[in-house]
């Protein structure tokens, strides 16, 4: 069953590139185009609050990614090409709809699809802005802010990096908080952190129920691996699309001709994506939540903070712009649990980049 939209949000129903999927729209059919693009768990659903609250020159447009929402279920993530399969079709979303440029909003995974997009399409760009990103050189399985493999099969990232229990709750759509591991459990603690509750909670745990789940879809299937923590990244899914072996070399973002102005936004209490975030397998080991971790210096946890700020950084060297936001007592989604203080910051830079309206 398909999410009720709120007032002033359109959807379609659109084959773009290599998935029919529904698509979302705010704003005049001739404003200032500012592409939304979701992350995991999710749908373009999550998007709505940020999209009706734009400038009114701007147009809001928001794809179910390939894998969630109402995308075409027979359509699956080819995770050896990273976010290629998310950036081909999202590309192919704007060359259908006659934009040329667009401004440019991630959430979680939708951070990494940007991160693509910043390295392969960057004449397309009006900016890129980021709330709670994922780090540039994937999920996991990296040890430093280099991005350094931590084992050549780069065992712990992957499919292999959900917690099974969870994917069992979302299999039964189970909505309530009787486990600790039901999808708006999980949401609580890790997204929307303590004790801020959305007001569509409901709708959001919905559009996480319409998410494809399985060994082709999320999280994907593993690979069974000599070092710990077992498990190395296999070929489908976007979990598996996540991991430092297939994600897109980070230095194309640097090499890129054009570099559009950057604006990070993030939680100090993102839990989700942090340096040790919860689901590091590293993390939990320190923890004693995962048997035999061999130590931080031989499986340390990635610094994706730290990751995302060397990068941009090195971007800064290389001739482009970011500013960095830090959102108090906040968590993974500064869009959706801190919307005033996100939408000052986001409203700002896309006036600052586009101040002579350009379409």
Partial sequence: MTV?????????????????????????????PVLFIQGNLSSATWWEETMVALPDRYRGIAPDLRGFGGADPAVKVDATRGMGDYVDDLVALLDDLGIDKAHIVGMSLGGNIAWHLMADHSERLLSVNLSGPGA???FCGTRDVEGTPIHDDFAGSGAGLSNPLL???????????????????????????????PEREDEFVAASFEMQV???SY??????????PFFAPGRWGS?????PKHIRDPKAILEAPHKPS?????????FAVADGAASDPATLGAMGLKPDWPGPEQHPAQPMVGQTRHLLDKYVEAGGSFQEVVV????????????????????????????????
Avoid at 219 to 228: A, I, K, M, Q, Y
């Fill in 4 to 32: 009720p939209t709120l007032d002033g949000v359109t959807a379609r129903t659109m084959k773009t590139g290599g998935v029919t999927t529904r698509v979302l729209f705010t704003g005049p059919d001739d404003g200032i």
């Fill in 136 to 138: 540039p050189y994937g």
């Fill in 167 to 197: 994917i069992e709750q979302l299999k039964a759509k189970n909505a309530g908080t009787d486990s600790p591991y039901t999808v708006r459990s999980a949401l609580r603690l890790l997204v929307w952190k303590p004790p801020v509750i």
């Fill in 214 to 216: 399985g060994e082709d």
């Fill in 219 to 228: 999280p994907g299937d593993l690979v069974e691996s000599p070092n710990w």
């Fill in 239 to 243: 979990i598996n699309a996540l991991s």
């Fill in 262 to 270: 950057v604006l990070w936004v993030r939680g100090d209490g993102d």
């Fill in 328 to 359: 108090a007592d906040c968590g993974h989604v500064p869009s959706m649990t801190k919307p005033d203080e996100f939408n000052r910051a986001f409203h700002a830079h896309l006036e600052s980049t586009n101040p002579g309206g350009e379409k």
